[in-house]
T-cell receptor, first 113, second 111 residues
Framework: KAGVTQTPRYLIKTRGQQVTLSCSPI?????VSWYQQTPGQGLQFLFE???????NKGNFPGRFSGRQFSNSRSEMNVSTLELGDSALYLC????????????FGQGTRLTVV | DQQVKQNSPSLSVQEGRISILNCDYT??????FLWYKKYPAEGPTFLIS?????DKNEDGRFTVFLNKSAKHLSLHIVPSQPGDSAVYFC??????????FGKGTTLSVSS
């Protein structure tokens, strides 16, 4: 079956802009989680959506938001981009519990200049 | 405050020998632990997990050990193969909350 698909793979944005990243989970998976990976902080949990509802949220500012659609596809949005938002953004999907065997996409590499 | 720590940034092992990757945690409420492997330009891949009610879980060449009293987790790879060379992340969660990841250990297996 198809894996987790994230688009776009690479993105360059200017400070102050906003960006939307997309994630299509594995068919049948209802939980979608988002993570930020940076060299200094490793993988950090952003939020998790299950059946179109945000079920868990990490410790990130309100500039980071997300949503999930009825087909389980998810988007995350970052407004008023800062240089420090440059990172690899990873999406993971699982059937029910996001903390069990979650399958990750290849990520979106965001560079803020 | 880092709740999940992988104190060794890197580990080098010869092919055929055992690789032992370590992970320490501070939150005694963690009830589920996982190991992920990550190659460059790819997302992490799930390897093996263990519930807090167990102390060992095996899957082929991979075995995870959990020592709750020491708040310590380890991943054993036997025998190590060059294809195992990757970054290994330890992760933990509490009651279906956020997955907390360590910063990773880069394993290099030489032939």
């Amino acid at each position: 079956k198809a894996g987790v698909t994230q688009t776009p793979r690479y993105l360059i944005k200017t400070r102050g802009q906003q960006v939307t990243l997309s994630c299509s989970p594995i068919s049948g998976h209802r939980s979608v989680s988002w993570y930020q990976q940076t060299p200094g902080q490793g993988l950090q949990f952003l939020f998790e959506y299950f059946s179109e509802t945000q079920r868990n949220k990490g410790n990130f500012p309100g500039r980071f938001s997300g949503r999930q659609f009825s087909n389980s596809r998810s988007e995350m949005n970052v407004s008023t981009l800062e240089l420090g938002d440059s990172a690899l953004y990873l999406c993971a999907s699982s059937w029910y519990r996001h903390d069990t065997e979650a399958f990750f996409g290849q990520g979106t590499r965001l560079t803020v200049v | 405050d880092q709740q999940v720590k992988q104190n060794s940034p890197s580990l080098s092992v010869q092919e055929g020998r055992i690789s032992i990757l370590n992970c320490d945690y501070t939150n005694s409420m963690f009830d589920y632990f996982l190991w992920y492997k990550k190659y460059p330009a790819e997302g992490p891949t799930f390897l093996i997990s263990i519930s807090s009610i167990k102390d060992k879980n095996e899957d082929g060449r991979f075995t995870v050990f959990l020592n709750k009293s020491a708040k310590h987790l380890s991943l054993h790879i036997v025998p190590s193969q060059p294809g195992d060379s990757a970054v290994y992340f330890c992760a933990a969660s509490v009651l279906v909350r956020a997955l907390i990841f360590g910063k990773g250990t880069t394993l290099s297996v030489s032939s």
